[in-house]
């Protein structure tokens, strides 16, 4: 007795202690939440197998017990797998709990997305096809995004959300000294913009997503970020009782340290509402202990007035409208926040000072190229597979398309792709189980999408019957060894006619080339590692497609083997590249149709990094690569011919590289193959220019954001000026999703780089280029980065001049043709196909504005279609073609236009029918909805996506 009277009296002096005098009310909107990765250390399947479906079982029995609980749902990939196993009488409760706002479906992509490596078809996809499933199944349009556990978030962020009509962007990882920082001054909620059309409401997480430390009541996960599994020890069960004789009532206690958390954290924010998320990885599996503390606290908390804190159950778009109501008025931000920095020394995310200072997020960025570029690949093949479609309704709409059958057509693909987009997929941070998972999946329905392309093409090409039309490229083999001609159809997505490079492997050297009117197109035999393949150029119509013919040709008249090129120098019309002959690097670059030339010097090196590097954190040893080779020259091969003039590279046994100027085409381009042969090596390519880009005496250098605009970056200066920069090369490396640029304005001089995939990239010293090109690191727990994979990997070179715009004029283009491939599909010509089939068509009866690109085009059903335009220059980028540009729909296709409704970015709900909210902030500016278009005349203004039905007559 007198053990337990001790016991007492200690607890109600703690009491006191924590909860002190009567503070100020704190409204706590508590969301309780799983965060669940569609793919990590396990595979997407078997996450919903053995986690994921058990959430939703279990939290669904919990809501239904008490009906002031409330949840939210993220990733639906996992909620339409759930949704489809549930009777109908499930699924009416589900949407009657949607309907009266105790579920939320929030953020509404297929997963929850990365912001730094994906592209801008990847995003959309990812929300096009969730939006389309809530919509469809539940008849609601999320309001607020929700990227709590990405690394680091995007200056796309703004345009791309307020596109998609949300209210509010729920961010969390940003630098930690950064995040500290704003703590102090209340900036955690903020009105984000990038200087253009677009805002957005921000608020960043204060703390992790876990639940408040020491209140999870879900004993048996695994632990939360950098720390260990909580227990009944740590996570004690709240127990109201006051009679129990075994387990004394310890509320008080609890309430009171709750309580105090609340006021801390609630002065970091500008009202008086705060917003605590519940839950954690794979979470609420098992419900109801968490649900039944929770309530116990939650009463306990809202009876005794004196610890000042009204706490509800609340989902997130509660809260947002909560401080929408307060109307206070809010600082502004126009930047993105990479790098992160961050490294856990304790549970529940407490962040380690020393350790993060030097834990640069910026690996992932590279991590995995294979993997990055497989995403890209599969995402252009479903791009190119959904515009055929839609073309050969407009061109022949009574054919049918073979491999395109219902309304599920090409789902698979976009849900796939879409899938990819999760921030421990495409980033590359998975298991290596998984991304061999991942590999497959891609492969799978990039050749599945390539089907419907040629199933496509078939049926456009019909006159009175369809040609056998494969994506399989053995077929020209097969044809031309049986002595017959090979059909190649060439298929261009774009809003514009563009000339395609058309590779081709073929088994001998006595083939040739010729067009639809039997003319003979230059073309050129060349051994790429090991396989012959033949190569020519093929002109193609927007929105359309054409065929060449490879035949068997005598000697005299077939394609010509790459020949030896004498001298030091290959060139086209538009660029001359110059090698050193002591070295066998590139010395020199002229642009020809500027008489400018600039010295240019690329090489390969290899930084060994140190046991923390691993597949999200950069960390060398040293600032100083070491080259590849390490001693001699780099073995130079030139060749020429009638299509291109190359200079092949081998710098070491793993590293080599084609350098390329093509006939006609105003880009150098550099294909690379490229493998890590030691551990704890990660290559990266350089680029030294003679540029002046250092005005300040720090170098200056642009990447983009996920193909949009490009954000500058300065070395050793973050975005939100914390520059003590603890690590001089991690720590100044950025995503380049497909766009590098220095530009030199005292000599008017720009250098672009364009990629087929996301990397990392800086420019450490004046003039310097540098990109990773690939990693291989050390374990991380479980998710191994030995990657033994080669690459082969594309970038393209383009320059021109600042003032005149001609600079940005050959790279806005260039980033939109480098990551949109054309696709190719091949049949046995036989003697007949001129006749029996159509050569060429176009669902177009015009091509675009030289400044608007077709983003997608893509059926609903057979007589509405989906059309996304984005204006690809930002203001100030060029004279004219930075200017808003109008374009009328009605005249566009070849089919008439009945009507045209302007939706939001994921096509699924009218703009008519979104209302944001306004807010107020210290920039001056309140922000309003887009305007829907009210006519057939569109107008874009700069780096804007505007997303259309068009229903069709």
Request: aromatic share 10%.
């Amino acid at each position: 007795p007198d053990s337990m009277a001790r016991t007492a009296v200690a607890q109600l002096a703690l009491i006191a202690l924590l909860a002190g005098p009567a503070a100020a009310a704190v409204n706590v909107y508590l969301v309780p939440h799983s965060h669940d990765d569609t793919g990590w250390q396990r595979t997407v399947d078997q996450y919903y197998a053995e986690q994921v479906k058990y959430t939703y079982d279990s939290v669904l029995e919990g809501l239904l017990k008490n009906p002031e609980r409330k949840f939210i749902f993220v990733e639906i990939a996992y909620f339409s797998r759930w949704w489809a196993q549930q009777t109908p009488s499930i699924q009416s409760t589900v949407r009657d709990l949607v309907n009266a706002g105790r579920i939320e479906i929030i953020n509404g992509g297929w997963c929850m997305a990365d912001e730094a490596t994906p592209s801008l078809e990847g995003l959309i996809a990812n929300y096009r096809a969730g939006h389309a499933f809530v919509k469809d199944t539940l008849g609601v349009v999320p309001s607020v995004a929700y990227h709590i556990d990405p690394f680091g978030h995007a200056a796309s962020v703004p345009e791309l959300f307020a596109s998609m009509g949300y209210n509010a962007f729920i961010g969390n990882r940003i630098d930690f000294r950064l995040k500290e920082l704003w703590k102090t001054q209340q900036n955690l909620e903020f009105v984000w913009t990038t200087g253009g059309n677009a805002s957005l409401f921000a608020h960043i997480l204060d703390s992790h997503y876990s639940a408040p430390n020491t209140f999870d009541w879900e004993y048996a996960f695994s632990g939360g970020e950098g720390g260990s599994a909580p227990g009944a020890l740590s996570n004690p069960t709240i127990v109201a009782d006051p009679t129990s004789p075994f387990q004394p009532a310890n509320i008080a206690e609890r309430a009171a340290a709750f309580a105090q958390e609340m006021h801390t954290r609630a002065a970091w924010f500008r009202t008086e509402n705060l917003l605590v998320l519940h839950g954690d990885d794979f979470h609420y599996q098992s419900a109801r202990p968490q649900f039944e503390n929770l309530d116990r606290l939650m009463a306990y908390l809202n009876a005794n007035a004196s610890l000042g804190v009204n706490i509800r159950y609340s989902t997130i778009s509660d809260y947002v409208a909560a401080v929408h109501t307060a109307g206070v008025t809010l600082p502004c931000y126009q930047e993105d926040f990479y790098p992160y920095a961050y490294a856990a020394k304790g549970p529940y995310s407490v962040p380690d000072p020393i350790k993060s200072a030097h834990a640069y997020w910026t690996g992932f960025y590279t991590s995995r190229p294979a993997l990055k570029g497989a995403v890209r690949f599969a995402e252009q093949a479903l791009s190119v597979a959904s515009a055929a479609v839609a073309v050969s309704a407009m061109v022949s709409p009574r054919e049918p398309i073979a491999k395109c059958t219902g309304p599920a057509c090409l789902d698979l693909e976009l849900h796939t792709v879409a899938v990819m987009q999760h921030h421990d997929a495409i980033v590359g941070t998975s298991t290596p189980p998984v991304v061999e998972d991942s590999m497959m999946r891609l492969g799978a329905i990039r050749a599945m999408a390539d089907d419907v392309t040629a199933s496509a093409v078939a049926a456009m090409a019909a006159r009175t019957t369809q040609p056998a039309l494969s994506a399989d490229p053995t077929v020209v083999t097969s044809a031309i060894r049986a002595g017959h001609a090979a059909a190649v159809t060439v298929t261009n997505a774009l809003g514009w006619d563009r000339t395609v490079v058309v590779c081709v492997p073929v088994p001998g050297t006595g083939v040739a080339v010729v067009d639809a009117l039997g003319s003979t197109v230059p073309s050129q035999l060349h051994i790429d590692y090991g396989t012959l393949n033949l190569y020519f150029l093929a002109a193609v119509p927007a929105a359309g497609y054409s065929t060449y013919f490879i035949t068997p040709a005598k000697d005299s008249e077939a394609a010509s083997l790459s020949r030896p090129l004498d001298g030091q120098t290959i060139q086209n019309e538009f660029y001359q590249v110059t090698f050193d002959n002591s070295t066998g690097l590139a010395s020199m670059l002229v642009d020809v149709t500027r008489g400018k030339t600039t010295g240019l010097r690329q090489a390969y090196l290899s930084y060994n990094s140190s046991g923390d590097s691993n597949p999200y954190i950069f960390l060398p040893l040293n600032s100083t690569p070491f080259p590849i080779p390490d001693a001699g020259p780099v073995a130079l091969t030139l060749s020429s011919g009638p299509v291109f003039q190359e200079a092949f590279q081998v710098f070491e046994q793993n590293v080599s590289q084609a350098v390329r100027l093509y006939s006609g085409l105003p880009y150098v381009h550099v294909n690379a193959s490229v493998a890590v042969r030691l551990e704890f090596h990660e290559i990266v390519t350089r680029f030294y220019t003679s540029l002046q880009n250092a005005p300040n005496g720090k170098p200056v250098f642009y990447t983009d954001a996920n193909g949009l605009g490009l954000q500058q970056r300065t070395i050793n200066e973050t975005a939100w000026g914390i520059n003590n920069v603890t690590e001089p090369v991690a720590g100044n490396y950025y995503p380049m999703t497909n766009s590098f640029v220095l530009q030199d304005p005292t000599d008017d001089f720009q250098l672009s780089i364009v990629s087929d995939r996301s990397h990392g990239a800086t420019g450490l010293t004046r003039g310097t280029a540098e990109i990773m090109m690939h990693r291989r690191c050390a374990m991380d727990d479980t998710i191994s980065l030995n990657d033994t994979t080669t690459i082969h990997a594309s970038l393209y070179i383009t320059t021109g001049a600042i003032a005149d715009g001609s600079a940005f004029e050959a790279l806005r283009p260039l980033a939109v043709v480098a990551n949109q491939a054309a696709v190719l599909a091949f049949a046995d010509a036989g003697d007949s196909w001129t006749t029996q089939y159509r050569a060429s068509a176009t669902g177009f009866a015009r091509v675009l504005p030289p400044a608007i690109h077709l983003q997608t085009l893509q059926m609903l059903d057979s007589d509405t279609a989906l059309v996304r335009l984005r204006h690809i220059y930002a203001p100030g980028e060029h004279p004219t073609l930075s200017k808003p540009v109008t374009v009328d729909l009605t005249t566009l296709f070849l089919r008439g236009v009945k009507d045209i409704t302007e939706t939001i970015l994921s096509g699924v709900e009218p703009v008519s029918s979104v209302h944001r909210y306004q807010w107020r902030s210290e920039c001056g500016a309140s922000f309003t909805s887009r305007s829907p278009a009210l006519g057939p005349a569109i107008t874009l203004e700069p780096l804007t996506i505007r997303t259309f039905r068009v229903q069709l007559s």
